[in-house]
């Protein structure tokens, strides 16, 4: 049998661009997502938009106490700005990815965390890097671009271009390289992944159960793969009624089924994801893996 | 279709195993919500257990079910749980304990060769500074632009010179310019570091940079005859703040040697081995900046007697070589 000779359970899951291979010492791969371009620079921006936030409120505050204790308490008022500001550039970051979390609010809100590349214990010292480079990677070019715009001398202008371009390349790092490392990540050995909270959806194949008037024939049942299964499944799930009204007719004619009157389309495809799915895994436990409907395993 | 097949084995195997993953993602809630004090003893104990069983629950559900939702699920409890199994648990006390008591020594002690270098660099670069301005004045404007100078120029009488190293400012606003310092200093210095990423080169100007304007500034000092009075106002601060430079520059350094040159390994892995013991030093950096600002901003202003001086810098310095270089009895 041709079956046969086919890797029983390879590498059948869909691969994509970020996913890697990341293996426990239980042994068990676990599949890891980076955080892609998109995600970090909105994670970032996030971040940026609240220190400027807690930036606008430390001032209004520390204004707000210096008026209200006047001129001699002014000094205790400005250490504590400058201390504050100082904290909120050079620590935010570094405070929030110490935490059990690893990551800042900008990166919980996209479901991302900082995490070693090596596997192994993400360290203080590691995450204190990855952070200091900030300095080169974001201030730095930051401070060219205040330079280039405030200077009138030409000759000033074309270095801070110069200097621009130069830490641009730095800034723009994560794109230039297959796992998306900034250079703090390059050089703390980190890398930024995927760990999103998900919560636990309901099983498909126990609302809908292959009786009454659902009784589909083996081979009806065996007239896709698990490409198709896993499509049936979103579909599903997203429970968009004109899609499902799509789907439903496309499987009726494909596998030649008579709908009987008072039939829904979402009965119909609950029903028919459960046999299908019944039959594959069925299979799979004889060691074939259908991967799609052009399978012949 | 025979009655065995009405409810699937992926589906019987969920019903068995959801508590587990339920009990555990219910725990690495409470864990990640900050609340870890709040977990009992057996709650901690649970969660490895629990990761355990869900890791299994991994591989099989890899192999007999084909609920795509169900098996992504899986991963990012496992992977959240992953994190917490493997990842930082040591309270901050204990981290910082260990920072004080080995790993900043240590971190400090393995950069040594990169330190000579750095301190090098500086010593040259200052004794360059010195001859440029003690030959020919006009290097002065140079070497030190106008806004950073402060009104330290050759133009300045020699009176107003000795009035900016003994002025006390009456004792006010000392306590916010030692702040300003050390947000200052420590902005630099994390830069220094940074930039030792690209090649070194930008690392060693800015720390050559730092001592030709130290050179320059005693030159200056030295040809109105204050030359020992300069060093006593630089030495109080600056042994502190220049070693937290040059350790600085020296960490930098590593990481960009390591970049360039590494060795057997990939460059990945000689830049992460090379971080390690750099960022340490360069958090112990920010501690003695702390210090530095505090000797500068107050110390400075309030001591005025040279000698005090000199003893106070000299004191500093031979506490902190005493501290990172003399060995100690190795980790039990």
Redesign the interface.
Known sequence: MAGALRPK?GPA?PRGRFNRRFV???G?D???TLGSAGDRAGAFLLDLLIMVAALVILTLLAAWLALSVGEKGG??V??IW??G??VL??GYFILFE?????ATPGKRALGL?V?A??????????I??RN?????EV??PLSFLAASSATGDPVQGWVAVLGLTWTGI?LFFPLFNRDRLR?GD????TWV?K???????V????EG???GPY??T?DQ?AAYG?KE??VL??VL?RGDKRTLTAVADRIRGKIGWRSSPGETDTAFLAAYY??L??R???R??FGHRRRDKFDKA | MRPADLELRSHRFRIEREGDWRRLDALLRKAEGGRLGRLTDTEIMEIPLLYRAVMSSLSVARAISLDASLIAYLEALGTRAYFFVYGTRTNLGERLLSFFRRDWPAAVRSLWRETLICAAILTIAALAGYLLVWRDADWYGAIMPGEMAQGRDPMATTAALRKILYDTHGGDGLSAFATALFTHNAQVSILAFALGFAFCIPTALLVGDNGLSLGALVALYGSRGLGFQICGWLMIHGTTELLATVIAGAAGLKIGWAVIFPGDRSRLDAAAGAARASGTAMAGVVVMLILAGILEGVGRQLITLDWARYAIGGAMLCLWLAYFYLPRPART
């Open positions: 359970s899951e426990t010492p239980e068990v676990l599949r890891l000094e205790p400005l250490i400058l201390l500001a100082f550039r050079s110490m935490s059990p979390r690893a965390r995490a590349r090596d596997g192994g214990r993400l360290t203080g010292e590691a204190f890097v200091a480079m900030r300095e080169i201030f730095l730095l250079v390059f050089v703390a050995g992944v760990a999103p909270r998900r919560a636990l959806d099983d498909l194949a126990r159960r292959n009786t009784a589909f083996p049942a698990v299964l896993q499944e979103e799930r459960a046999a799915r019944g594959l895994e069925y799979l436990l």
